[in-house]
T-cell receptor, first 115, second 113 residues
């Protein structure tokens, strides 16, 4: 159990376009989902925490209007990178937790390349 | 605050043991351990919730010293499949009552034949 999927696995887009990444918990209901960004050879940096039905909590320095998060149901959260630029190229990983404070299960990640 | 992991990297031969440490300047309520292989997402290893707790799965175990605000991950008789970067994550409360994980910078483990 505790399988999390992400779609797409990778995406290449032109500068200025928007990209949507989906995160789904396949076999459990996730009260909380998290979005991370990871640059090469670096640690996971939390971007935002998303609770179903409420507004996401963004980390300091993460632009809310650029990284739109929607947590519409207990099994689905989406991250939309708006007006993407080359510096947004990174590995985006979501995780899901049944209950706050307990284990997070990570999706396989989405590699975004902005040309 | 980001927990501190040590060492940053370690190279082993198959069958050797390793210890990875994770310490925090803040009080720890739980410690989560993950392993990430190159190009893949992190995989959950274990979570320690209570001071003094020790856990293990096959030849990987961990301990949690609440007083010392640190946790250690022990890899015994390492296998090639143990290679990867190990992250510890410490839970921090945030607005709204939920908790988030703050990850250390990682320890890169390489197991050679």
């Amino acid at each position: 159990g505790a399988v999390v999927s992400q779609h797409p696995s990778w995406v290449i887009c032109k500068s200025g376009t928007s990209v949507k990444i989906e995160c789904r918990s396949l076999d459990f209901q996730a009260t909380t989902m998290f979005w991370y960004r990871q640059f090469p050879k670096q640690s996971l940096m939390l971007m935002a925490t998303s609770n179903e039905g409420s507004k996401a909590t963004y980390e300091q320095g993460v632009e809310k209007d650029k990284f739109l998060i929607n947590h519409a149901s207990l099994t689905l959260s989406t991250l939309t990178v708006t007006s993407a630029h080359p510096e947004d190229s990174s590995f985006y990983i979501c995780s899901a937790s049944r209950t706050s404070g307990l284990s997070q299960y990570f999706g396989p990640g989405t590699r975004l390349t902005v040309l | 605050q980001q927990p501190v992991q040590s060492p940053q990297a370690v190279i082993l031969r198959e069958g050797e043991d390793a210890v990875i440490n994770c310490s925090s300047s803040k009080a720890l309520y739980s410690v989560h351990w993950y392993r990430q292989k190159h190009g893949e997402a992190p995989v959950f290893l274990m979570i320690l919730l209570k001071g003094g707790e020790q856990k293990g799965h096959e030849k990987i175990s961990a301990s949690f010293n609440e007083k010392k605000q640190q946790s250690s991950l022990y890899l015994t008789a390492s296998q090639l499949s143990y290679s990867g970067t190990y992250f510890c994550g410490t839970a921090q409360s945030q607005q709204g009552g939920s908790e988030k994980l703050v990850f250390g910078k990682g320890t890169k483990l390489t197991v050679n034949p």
